[in-house]
């Protein structure tokens, strides 16, 4: 079952209709917290689906039985807490999920080893190879750099440099330079041990060592034709065929991750092989260390504002040099002026605190300045660098505001904006371009319907074949020239196809089919072309 959630009646009168599968809606269920130490995956899935705070009829089963620590520990969606992120079913047990309709069922293993072959030659229509090592490696150089309280900065590394992984399948050598500065929290003295152990985690929660190859397919499904009635090669999500291709020299068994099936055409357009728990390991810890990444940033904040607190402390407290100078007014005799000198005489002196009713600064140019870092009598704070907990301000005017990490940026002046999570303004209009380029071009698709059905009996034929061409979603058939519609007939009889190809060389929109069109079994197709350049329109 389908749910519709979306429906749009455009002025051309075509309704078009969007619907997501029924197990969507679990992503509208809202799970209650709960937690426990140890608990068999069936009472886990069980307590699950019956702690909603959204009514629901979703039940459940799963294959499992190995307890495991299992928790909802912050509001989440029921769909959530099956699969998809860290703490899962998936991410603890494993498995692949059957969605069939308000029944959930966990598979230890979906899908069957059907024997099906997809063949070039036979019935192998394309075939892409993915195999993409960009993300293997053969070792890693981990390192953390360890900053002390006056800024100083120490990198750490290990003594044998790199550690070795040891499934890589490459032949030449890839390091992987990694930082786990952030995997410590501030303050902490990071050792080599410490450092060995956060790397050796990373690399058993990540495959960093093959590899990951998919193949995706096209193929005719031969149980739709007579001559091979008899053979069961259906195929299904999850199950497991072989794919062979000669030229290529490629053979290889894996499982179905995804299919797209024409329900019109009754075929399947393509299906992918590939590991889905390897990309799905992988998508879950890259969002796991990036949340983790993002936390220790935001958790470095007050770690920050408390290391400028004790610079601060550090540099005030316990001083017992300079000198302090008073300057009184000639006439009254009365103090005006603060000084704090690193010498007693004001000429001389180069670093000097200067208070009185302008305000307060400090020079390292003398007493006449400039004085850098000031608070004056208007209101103004002058400084290179300002540490702040919260900035409540009405108006705050600045050329760039930054990011801590640099990674986004607003620049005032020109107007220029960076969002690390967004495109760019140049992005935007790239892509803008792109789509109006697309919009212009002409996108011909043609549609063959039948006025009596599309399977006959012999002797039993007669039907008309009618040409439908659609530019986008728009019907422009009727604006075409007859000549421009081509029709073919495939049959067993290559010469009998020929004089009937010939009678058929364009000039109408339609054609009759009877049973003297068709010997035992024929197929018919249509082609538009260019009448001057003779070149079909179809791509």
């Given at each position: 079952m389908f749910r519709i959630y979306r429906i749009t009646t455009p002025l051309n009168g075509i309704v078009t209709v969007y619907a997501q599968h029924l197990s969507y809606d679990l992503?509208?269920?809202?799970?209650?917290?709960?937690?426990?130490?140890?608990?068999?995956?069936?009472?886990?899935?069980?307590?699950?689906?019956?702690?909603?705070?959204?009514?629901?009829?979703?039940?459940?089963?799963?294959?499992?039985?190995?307890?495991?620590?299992?928790?909802?520990?912050?509001?989440?969606?029921?769909?959530?807490?099956?699969?998809?992120?860290?703490?899962?079913?998936?991410?603890?047990?494993?498995?692949?999920?059957?969605?069939?309709?308000?029944?959930?069922?966990?598979?230890q293993g979906r899908g069957q080893h059907t024997g099906v072959v997809i063949e070039y030659g036979k019935n192998l229509t394309s075939m892409e190879h993915d195999n993409d090592n960009t993300e293997a490696?053969?070792?890693?150089?981990?390192?953390?750099?360890?900053?002390?309280?006056?800024?100083?900065e120490t990198v750490i590394t290990l003594p044998e440099v790199l550690l070795p992984i040891t499934d890589s399948t490459l032949v030449q050598d890839k390091t992987l330079?990694?930082?786990?500065?952030?995997?410590?929290?501030?303050?902490?003295?990071?050792?080599?041990?410490?450092?060995?152990?956060?790397?050796?985690n990373y690399l058993?929660?990540?495959?960093?060592?093959?590899?990951?190859?998919?193949?995706?397919?096209?193929f005719e499904p031969l149980w739709k034709q007579p001559e091979y009635a008899a053979v069961l090669e259906r195929v299904s999500l999850c199950d497991t065929v072989t794919i062979r291709h000669s030229l290529l020299g490629i053979t290889s068994k894996a499982k179905v991750i995804k299919t797209v099936y024409d329900t019109l055409a009754e075929k399947y357009v393509s299906i992918t092989l590939g590991s889905s728990k390897a990309n799905l390991i992988n998508n879950v810890t890259a969002a796991q260390t990036a949340a983790e990444s993002v936390s220790a940033k935001v958790d470095r904040f007050p770690a920050l504002i408390n290391s400028a607190i004790k610079t601060a402390t550090s540099l005030i407290t316990g001083q017992s040099g300079g000198y302090v100078v008073i300057h009184t007014d000639a006439d009254s005799g009365k103090p005006y002026e603060l000084l704090i000198l690193d010498t007693p005489d004001i000429e001389s002196a180069v670093n000097?605190?200067?208070?009185?009713?302008?305000?307060?600064?400090?020079?390292?140019?003398?007493?006449?300045?400039?004085?850098?870092?000031?608070?004056?009598?208007?209101?103004?704070?002058?400084?290179?660098?300002?540490?702040?907990?919260?900035?409540?301000?009405?108006?705050?005017?600045?050329?760039?505001?930054?990011?801590?990490?640099?990674?986004?940026?607003?620049?005032?002046?020109?107007?220029?904006?960076?969002?690390?999570?967004?495109?760019?303004?140049?992005?935007?209009?790239?892509?803008?371009?792109?789509?109006?380029?697309?919009?212009?071009?002409?996108?011909?698709?043609?549609?063959?319907?039948?006025?009596?059905?599309?399977?006959?009996?012999?002797?039993?034929?007669?039907?008309?074949?009618?040409?439908?061409?659609?530019?986008?979603?728009?019907?422009?058939?009727?604006?075409?020239?007859?000549?421009?519609?081509?029709?073919?007939?495939?049959?067993?009889?290559?010469e009998a196809d020929e004089e009937w190809n010939a009678?058929?060389?364009?000039?109408?929109?339609?054609?009759?089919?009877?049973?003297?069109?068709?010997?035992?079994?024929?197929?018919?197709f249509c082609d538009l072309i260019d009448t001057t350049t003779r070149a079909s329109l179809l791509g």
């Open positions: 992503s509208n269920v809202a799970a209650l917290l709960w937690s426990s130490e140890s608990i068999s995956p069936s009472l886990a899935m069980e307590r699950l689906f019956a702690n909603t705070a959204t009514e629901h009829n979703f039940t459940c089963q799963t294959d499992y039985s190995a307890a495991k620590p299992f928790s909802v520990s912050k509001p989440k969606s029921v769909r959530a807490c099956l699969g998809g992120t860290a703490g899962s079913f998936l991410d603890l047990w494993g498995g692949e999920f059957e969605w069939d309709n308000f029944l959930v069922k966990h598979h490696y053969t070792d890693m150089l981990p390192y953390a750099v360890q900053t002390a309280e006056d800024g100083t330079i990694k930082d786990f500065t952030e995997s410590f929290d501030y303050g902490t003295e990071i050792t080599m041990e410490m450092l060995r152990a956060k790397a050796n058993s929660a990540n495959p960093m060592g093959v590899a990951m190859p998919t193949l995706t397919v096209a000097v605190w200067r208070w009185n009713l302008g305000g307060l600064g400090f020079s390292d140019n003398g007493y006449n300045g400039p004085y850098e870092t000031a608070i004056t009598s208007d209101g103004q704070i002058v400084a290179d660098f300002i540490t702040s907990g919260s900035l409540v301000a009405n108006i705050i005017k600045a050329g760039v505001l930054s990011s801590q990490d640099g990674s986004s940026w607003w620049d005032l002046e020109s107007g220029e904006i960076h969002l690390s999570a967004y495109a760019t303004t140049t992005q935007v209009e790239e892509v803008s371009d792109r789509v109006e380029v697309i919009e212009d071009q002409k996108m011909y698709r043609l549609v063959i319907t039948s006025s009596n059905g599309n399977i006959f009996k012999n002797n039993e034929i007669h039907t008309t074949l009618s040409a439908m061409v659609f530019s986008w979603d728009e019907n422009i058939t009727d604006t075409l020239d007859p000549n421009q519609f081509i029709w073919t007939r495939v049959s067993d009889d290559e009678a058929h060389f364009g000039g109408t929109k339609s054609i009759e089919i009877t049973t003297a069109d068709v010997n035992v079994s024929a197929t018919f």
